[in-house]
Each structure stands twice: as C-alpha cells, then as structure tokens.
C-alpha cells in the first residue's frame, strides 16, 4: 500500500460513511482534505474491528495487532495495513499529540467490555477517547489562528463531543442491536424509561420525552464548540460550519419525527446537505482564494 493509495482508500472510507461530513470536507482547501480523510479512515477502521456484525475474528487481539502496526508505523517502519501508512504520515506532519492516539484506543477497547453507562459523567469518561480528542487530533489541519491553539482544543473537543451524542440518539436501535446502551442509565430512571423500551419499534411517550431531553443536551455542546469557529483560520471555518449544521440538522430531524429513532433512521436529506455545502462555498472559495495571494515576496 503507497502512500497515495492509502490517502485515496481513506478518502473513499469518508465518502461511503460519512456523506454529510465527507460533504464539509470538500469546502476546505485541496491541500487539507487527505489529511482529515486520513484522520477520519483511522477512526472508522478502529471503530469497525468493535462494530462490525459480520467480525468474527477476536476483536481484543484484532485492536492489539493495529496498536502495534500503528507504533510501527509511527516509528517510520513499512506496515501491511491499509489506512496506517496515510494516517501515520498525517500524524508526523501535524505533530498530532500521541496520547490523544492512546486515548482515543483506550476508548475502542472499552467498547469490547462496558455495554451501559450509569450516568452522563460516566458516559463523557467514555466520550473523552472516541470523541473529544478527535476534535483535538482535527484540530492541528484545520490550523488555529497564531497564539489560538490552547483556546481552541476546548471548542474542538465540544463538537466531537457533540457530533458523537447526535451518533448516539440517532443509533439507539443499532447500537442496542449490538448490546450497547449509550443513553446514560441514570437518565432512564429519571425518565422512567427501560432498555427493553429502547428495542420496541414503537417509542413511548417518556422515550420520546428522554430524547427530547438528550437533544438539548446535545445542543450544549454544539454552542460552546461554535465559539471555536473564529479561532481557525479563515479557510477552514466554511467546513466546520457546514458539519455543525449538517450535524446538528440531524437533531432537527429526530424532532420533525417525534423523537421516534426505534422505526426510522434520522438523515438529513440531500437537497439540504447540498444548499448547507452551497451556502458555504463562497465564504470558502474568497478564504482559500485570499491566503494564496497572502504570500511573502522572496528578496
């Protein structure tokens, strides 16, 4: 596997699964793209080895052998492995930090043990590794204003946070048909709500109260992760734009449904994934168009 043609199987991973962010993507300069794909391909092939129904492998040792291909090929070695030589290629160049890496693996392996969460503070332990440190390891390519850096991880590590609550509303089906409840527990009880309500395909009227619940929840996040916006540079702020409105739209969505996630899957519809990207595309075309011509003139 070339560097080039793993950039493109990270690329093409984005494209299949993650169609509204994919989308955003593209509202960034050509130069940033294959490396948010690349961050983007790691997660999802880590998240796969815990999520796939079809794996029947050992899944603890499946997460070993890619922690270790991956030490090797942070170490500048040659790997078998499809996604590492990109992923590993972006990492050195942003001086991506490590330990959010061993973070975020941590998190995946918490998923082969812990199925349920007994309250939100819990949950945001959880959260931490599969969710805010990737706004963290983004962070770097989306390039922080100078002296913004420090100020921006905590409006990035809200929007993981928030883009992965809105997974976990949306999921709440999928995710009990693989034994896991990220609905914290306590707030069940609160509701008076059970998981055997989470797997009829007919919500009741206090699911739909939780979830109502969760959403503004959810939405926290969004406003303290769009504070961040202004402390990237100007190229890239069209893009997260983008993804906090196609993201939260989904929110909007599971609302214009009544809160119903059990019979349906909450998507956001072409035709408005398309006019969000078009309404952003000329704030993107004058930013990337305006740092090209901001170049220092060599004596």
Known sequence: MTLTSSYELCRRLNARHGRSYYLATLLLPAWKRPHVHALYGFARYADEVVDSFTMTDDRAAALDGLADRLAEALAGGSVDDPVLPAFAHTV???????ADIECFLRSMRTDLTVSRYTTYDDL???MEGSAAVIGTMMLPVLEPLPGMADRARGPARELGLAFQLTNFLRDVAEDLARGRV?????DLDRFEVSVADLGDPHPTPALRRLLAFEIERARGHYRLALEGVELLTPSSRPCVLAAYELYGGILDRIEAARHDVLG??????????????????????????A?????????
């Open 182 to 186: 990220y609905l914290p527990l306590a």
């Open 264 to 289: 349906t899957r909450a998507t956001v519809p072409r035709r408005r994934r398309l006019t969000v990207f078009a309404r952003h595309l000329l704030a993107a075309s004058v930013a990337d168009r």
């Open 124 to 126: 945001l332990r959880y």
């Open 92 to 98: 050195r160049s942003f001086g991506i930090d490590r």
């Open 291 to 299: 740092e090209r011509r901001a170049v220092v003139q060599v004596p």
